[in-house]
């Protein structure tokens, strides 16, 4: 089983500030990684798939990157309404998905 | 695009079965993997099986083997989700999320459905 590894468990930012949110897989999904966002009572948001690709309505100073084992979402410029838990998911194998633990994005 | 519209929430006595479905529109379900993920309450997701296109099979999560059973009705594009001899500790919100077997595009999901096992 690929396990997918975030760091940190929790990032503290305030307003206008860049979050970086690491993701690493135990071995390569090439680019088969999606991002999503989690507020509280919600369904994840798909960001990002594809490793880099910004899902529908998704905003610019929304970013990923990486390929491989080693991945990265990058917010440019927090807004109040980023404030949230982010997750990481490999989807490279149809039989199985897997998830990160969560990055929450906390107020600082 | 495809959507998801899940059944509602359900409350279950511990030992029932539960049956969650998933409506497809904008794509047919041959065009679709289906999977299951779920989340406890203050957990993360916890991906529990779903469909394999390469091999047509459907494949589950070790820990749910024996206890979970996911179909599909291709005539009505609407995905099943069961589980069986249900514990407090199956008391999670379970959405029913889905890749595009015909176009690059990231995974949808439904909009998840409570089940509460309680006795």
């Known amino acids: 089983e690929i396990v997918m590894t975030q760091s940190p468990a929790t990032l503290s930012v305030s307003p206008g500030e860049r979050a970086t949110l690491s993701c690493r897989a135990s071995?390569?999904?090439?680019?088969?990684l999606a991002w999503y966002q989690q507020k509280p009572g919600q369904a994840p948001r798909l960001l990002i798939y594809?490793?880099?690709t910004r899902a529908t309505g998704i905003p610019a100073r929304f970013s990923g990157s990486g390929s491989g084992t080693e991945f990265t979402l990058t917010i440019s410029s927090l807004q109040s309404e980023d404030f949230a838990v982010y997750y990481c998911?490999?989807?490279?194998?149809?039989?199985?998905?897997?998830f990160g633990q969560g990055t929450k994005v906390e107020i600082k | 695009q495809v959507q998801l519209v899940q059944s509602g929430a359900e409350v279950k006595k511990p030992g029932a079965s539960v049956k969650v479905s998933c409506k497809v529109s904008?794509?047919?379900?041959?065009?679709?993997?289906m999977h299951w993920v779920r989340q406890a309450p203050g957990k993360g997701l916890e991906w529990m099986g779903g469909?394999?296109?390469?091999?047509?099979?459907?494949i589950y999560a070790q820990k749910f083997q024996g206890r979970v059973t996911m179909t599909e009705d291709t005539s009505t594009d609407t995905a099943y989700m069961e589980l069986s001899s249900l514990r407090s500790e199956d008391t999670a919100v379970y959405y029913c999320?889905?890749?595009?077997?015909?176009?690059?595009?990231?995974?949808?999901w439904g909009q998840g459905t409570l089940v509460t096992v309680s006795s």
């Open positions: 999320a889905t890749l595009s077997l015909i176009a690059v595009a990231g995974p949808s």
């Open positions: 904008g794509y047919t379900l041959t065009e679709l993997s």
């Open positions: 469909f394999d296109p390469e091999d047509g099979e459907t």
């Open positions: 071995q390569s999904v090439s680019s088969n």
């Open positions: 594809g490793a880099s």
């Open positions: 998911q490999q989807y490279n194998n149809w039989r199985t998905w897997t």
